[in-house]
């Protein structure tokens, strides 16, 4: 299931599934430490002796409220005669996940409701030697285990604490949980449990006719039980509401932090980039780490999680928020980079938010010869992406301590991780982690990776080593013409690979050729450009209602049907805009990019998230949702959009100047 509506902080992310179910818990790093483990916090409702939980029967809408990490969730219920606001929110500030819910009585009878919240918590991802236990002091409930304390609460009728409550066993020995215990509208009371345990609250409002109320319910997050008090005090002081507000507050001024030209766009596209830069923030742990997508769905696939930074990944993120003007996350991604990469100067698959080396398939050994196991790509985005920042900050004292250890360190690596005779890179993984070779995208990553390393090496005074990054880029450019251009197809191969001088060519055609003209190995007007994105668009493009640009061609990855070559990703389709982009020359050549935004948003969810992909006939999403690259994509592909017509609209004001002027001495 997606995770629809994030909210977080930097330190703490919740995200619920397309149910409004609570399924992801993170803290105190986003995408390490998942103490939900995927497991569901059911939500159900008790009226008038009716019980339902809010997964079954509810007419819902998932939503945020406009320009904040505040979500907006209506649930209707016909039979129990309720409607239910949510607004979901963790403060900006401290490690608390606030939810606010009015409740409307649609009766015109007096109703008696409870609203029940379960919380299945699997402390540190596993639920052995859990506690919850009943705290009367705060009149909460308190989750813990080591350094992670959890404490739950809430207030309604202006009264603080809950009203009714129930600790004990889950998973073991026939105990499905307390929140069975609800189903009755009445919780045991059971004060504490130790071992593999819940709990469930209940909430108590009485509503004459017609008539609403509302309640606040709250968990506290921290490292021992004083933390956690401290933080149940700060919201009985400032009050739930207050903490709502600052949020809201906080949250508008973030996202409207830089002024960029919202007149240049249509209303949808604009509301898809702010909720863009919104929901990639939620993905970003506030020690540096840009993570790829927190759906712990995706475990049933291959039993492992998208909760890391790849540095690719990462780099292309930074790129887009640098871009958008959010500077400060950037610097921390970076700062990231240059405490993990390896001391001879690549990064390896992928890290931990702790920075850690992450979980990987790729080997050390093959064929029976020890290798390095990277995709270079990732290396030398890394780095292009830094001189783009650096571009556009000119912020030279952050960039001086990464300048010898980061960036030289990864210039030197990728200059010598060379085929001697053909000057080409030696063979790394795909970016789609699937095969190894001479990849086209990997081969542009590093010729854009070592012009910017020469960039850098020239403003930092040191013209010979310039010379020498820049000498290697323009052997590697000289390359992809000789080897990488395949003159019979009229577009470049994929990947080439040599085995005893004899060159195996993998000719399948792959949307990740746009690295030839997006990292700069070549124009986007030059004919092998051309072609070769002509015929990325005749063969991928999914030729369904839903549409779409697939990956290449027979990707069996999540794919639904043999009838179509691939689902369509959002970031592939984006780089088809990306492409109509560079090569506009006027407006109307512009739309053809801006048709793919809007493609983009009229394929999103409700609530703005993108998937990794969607299926290709009925539009639900694949995979992880929302993935973090996508929304980064569609961030810098709107920014690049409104540089581009900037710059028409200037050249065709300058040239009727001219021809005014003209006019004028005829």
Same mark, same amino acid.
């Given at each position: ?22 399924? +992801? ?33 509810? $007419?819902? !809408? @998932? ?11 209506? &649930?209707?219920?016909? +039979? ?8 979901? @929110? ?10 606010? @819910? ?7 009878? *007096? ?12 402390? =540190? ?79 108590? &409002? ?43 507050? =906080? ?69 887009? *928020? ?25 990064? @390896? ?28 790509? +990732? ?48 063979? !790394?993984?795909?970016?789609? $982690? ?5 990849? %086209? ?45 395949? $003159? ?15 060159? +195996? ?16 190995? =070549? ?20 030729? %369904? ?99 581009? *017509?900037? $710059?028409?609209?200037?050249? %065709? ?6 021809? !005014? ?6």
């Amino acid at each position: 299931m997606p995770r629809d509506i994030p909210v977080g902080n930097g330190n703490m992310l919740i995200a619920f599934d397309n149910n409004y179910i609570l399924r +992801e818990f993170y803290f105190p790093r986003v995408g390490q430490e998942n103490h939900t483990k995927g497991e569901p916090f059911r939500f159900g409702v008790w009226v008038n002796g009716k019980f339902k939980w809010i997964s079954e029967g509810w $007419e819902k !809408s @998932l939503d945020y409220l406009d320009d904040t990490l505040v979500t907006n969730v209506t &649930l209707i219920n016909n +039979e129990l005669k309720v409607k239910i606001t949510a607004h979901d @929110l963790v403060d900006f500030h401290e490690n608390i996940y606030v939810k606010k @819910l009015t409740v409307e009585n649609l009766s015109s009878e *007096l109703q008696e409701v409870r609203l029940f919240l379960c919380h299945d918590f699997h402390i =540190y991802g596993n639920d052995i030697g859990d506690t919850a236990a009943f705290r009367p002091e705060v009149n909460g409930l308190l989750h813990y285990k080591g350094e992670r304390y959890f404490l739950i609460n809430a207030c309604a009728n202006k009264k603080c604490g809950i009203d009714q409550f129930a600790t004990g066993h889950k998973e073991q020995q026939g105990a499905e949980g307390t929140w069975k215990d609800a189903e009755d509208g009445i919780l045991s009371g059971n004060p504490i449990t130790q071992g593999s345990v819940d709990s469930c609250i209940a909430i108590h &409002l009485k509503l004459k006719a017609k008539a609403s109320d509302t309640c606040f319910y709250w968990v506290c997050a921290g490292r021992n039980w004083n933390e956690v008090k401290i933080l149940n005090s700060v919201i009985w002081e400032k009050t739930p509401e207050v903490i709502l507000k600052r949020t809201l507050d =906080y949250w508008k001024l973030w996202v409207d932090k830089e002024e960029l030209n919202y007149g240049l766009l249509p209303e949808k596209i604009t509301w898809l980039y702010k909720r863009s830069l919104l929901i990639t923030r939620t993905q970003i742990d506030n020690g540096g780490a840009i993570i790829a997508g927190n759906d712990s769905d995706v475990v049933q696939f291959n039993r492992d999680t998208y909760s890391y930074m790849w540095p690719r990944d990462g780099a292309l993120v930074a790129y887009a *928020l640098d871009l958008a003007g959010y500077s400060e996350i950037t610097r921390r991604f970076f700062n990231f980079c240059a405490q993990v990469i390896d001391k001879e100067g690549y990064f @390896l698959h992928k890290y931990t938010p702790s920075g850690a080396v992450a979980s990987s398939w790729h080997p050390w050994l093959k064929d029976k010869k020890p290798q390095i196991p990277i995709q270079e790509d +990732e290396t030398a985005l890394v780095i292009w992406a830094l001189w783009n920042h650096y571009n556009i900050f000119k912020d030279i004292e952050f960039i001086k301590p990464l300048y010898k250890h980061l960036i030289k360190n990864a210039a030197d690596f990728m200059l010598r991780y060379r085929d001697n005779k053909t000057k080409l890179p030696l063979p !790394s993984y795909d970016l789609w $982690e699937e095969r190894q070779g001479i990849l %086209t995208f990997t081969v542009s990553a590093v010729y854009a990776g070592l012009m910017a390393a020469a960039s850098f090496a020239q403003a930092f005074g040191e013209t010979d080593v310039s010379k020498s990054y820049e000498r290697g880029a323009f052997e590697i450019r000289e390359a992809m013409d000789k080897y990488l251009y395949l $003159e019979k197809e009229k577009r470049f191969a994929r990947m080439i690979n040599f085995n005893n001088d004899k060159i +195996e060519i993998d000719a399948t055609i792959d949307a990740s050729l746009y690295g030839v003209f997006a990292f700069g190995a =070549y124009s986007a007007d030059d004919k092998k450009v051309v072609s070769t994105m002509e015929q990325i668009y005749e063969k991928l493009w999914c030729n %369904t209602e839903v549409g779409g640009l697939c990956r290449y061609e027979n990707d069996s990855y999540h794919r639904v049907s043999n009838d179509v070559t691939g689902n369509p990703w959002f970031i592939t389709t984006l780089w088809l805009a990306q492409y109509y982009i560079a090569r506009a020359r006027s407006r109307g050549e512009l739309d053809k990019s801006l048709s793919i935004m809007q493609w983009v948003k009229n394929h999103a969810l409700r609530s703005g998230c993108l998937a990794e992909q969607v299926n290709p006939y009925t539009n639900e999403p694949i995979s992880v949702s929302p993935l973090t690259w996508s929304h980064g994509t569609f961030i810098l592909t709107v920014q690049e959009y409104i540089n581009k *017509l900037l $710059e028409i609209e200037k050249c %065709t004001a300058c040239t009727q100047s001219k021809y !005014s002027k003209k006019r004028m001495k005829t």
